[in-house]
């Protein structure tokens, strides 16, 4: 029992660590984006537009240009073969397959970096929503509307696409000051992540 509570919890901590390189690697302007998440907010932009309207403030992360060179040398490596099979000396093909390797992997990266913006958007989004829930309960129990006893239980969506770490995490119920399992305070665990908390009392 304690062995599985314990790899839950390491789970849960790597999955949010991850999440964190995804939110907070190569961020040009931190400030500008949550300002667009508050504007997000109120209703002013979908999600879509969020992500589009924060893309000039992420850069291309390193990982992000090893996946790229790794697509340009498969695509290379293809089109050489391709070019060659089809008669053309080695020197045009060698060429025409880089010329056109790059121009693929150019395309790739404005791939890569509009998802990690659409990623950032969705969690940043998710984010802002559990705190604000959160907020807005915390201000009823002071005031009394809610008991003071009210806990915070994880609610995961539990379908097909819940992840094993959401899924561990689904139900677990915890005091207003303290966190989940791994140390998480608030979903998202991951980016896409669509957990919510629900606050419960006897
Ligand atoms: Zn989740």
């Known amino acids: 029992m304690k062995r599985s509570a314990l790899s839950i919890a390491d789970l849960v901590a790597a999955c949010n660590n991850e999440m964190k390189e995804v939110i907070c690697n190569g961020i040009k302007d931190y400030d500008a984006i949550m300002t667009l998440v508050k504007s997000a907010m109120t209703g002013a932009m979908t999600v879509d537009e969020l992500g589009r309207a924060i893309r000039p403030h992420i850069e291309f992360t390193e990982s992000q240009r090893e996946e790229a060179h790794k697509y340009y040398k498969k695509r290379r490596k293809d089109y050489l073969k391709k070019y060659i099979e089809s008669g053309m000396s080695k020197e045009t093909a060698g060429k025409k397959a880089e010329k056109e390797a790059l121009a693929r992997k150019a395309t790739y990266e404005g791939q890569l970096h509009r998802w990690r913006a659409f990623d950032i958007a969705c969690t940043e989004m998710a984010y802002a929503a559990n705190s604000k829930n ?69």
Request: proline content about 7%.
């Open 134 to 202: 959160e907020e807005i309960t915390r201000q009823w129990i002071n005031e009394g509307s809610l008991p003071s006893d009210t806990r915070r239980r994880w609610s995961s969506s539990a379908d097909r696409e819940t992840c094993k770490v959401c899924r561990a995490l689904d139900g677990v119920t915890v005091g207003m000051d303290e966190s989940f399992p791994g140390g998480v305070t608030l979903p998202p665990v991951h980016p896409n992540c669509r957990c919510a908390v629900a606050y419960v009392f006897d």
